[in-house]
Nanobody, 121 residues
Framework: QVQLVESGGGLVQAGGSLRLSCAASGSIRAIYTMGWYRQAPGKQRELVARITSGGSTNYADSVKGRFTISRDNAKNTVYLQMNSLKPEDTAVYYC???????????????WGRGTQVTVSS
């Protein structure tokens, strides 16, 4: 069984920083891409950032220059360093991993339960 667990969310003032972590555990054969998505109340889920196993990254235009995604392959962990936070960054942030488990040859998207990030003005 594969599980993704996020941590690091919380309440922060505008201009502040937070660092989110997501650790994947369980019967994992290989992790291909990992990423962060977010969903604000009344809005659709959006991709914030993602990173491939080789280290290539993609960011939403709204966070470029402020957020940095990274991963530690040895720890099966992805991070999101969020700087210069704005109230519009307030959302539930979800960790995603596209991976292959030891029980299946098919790559599958796994999701964390989410962590709340609230940025006050």
């Amino acid at each position: 069984q594969v599980q993704l667990v996020e941590s690091g969310g919380g309440l922060v003032q505008a201009g502040g920083s937070l660092r989110l972590s997501c650790a994947a555990s369980g019967s994992i054969r290989a992790i291909y891409t990992m990423g962060w998505y977010r969903q604000a109340p009344g809005k659709q889920r959006e991709l914030v950032a993602r990173i491939t196993s080789g280290g290539s990254t993609n960011y939403a235009d709204s966070v470029k220059g402020r957020f940095t995604i990274s991963r530690d392959n040895a720890k099966n962990t992805v991070y999101l360093q969020m700087n210069s936070l704005k109230p519009e960054d307030t959302a539930v942030y979800y960790c995603n991993a596209n991976l292959q488990s030891t029980s299946s040859p098919v790559r599958y998207d796994y999701w964390g339960r989410g962590t709340q990030v609230t940025v006050s003005s």
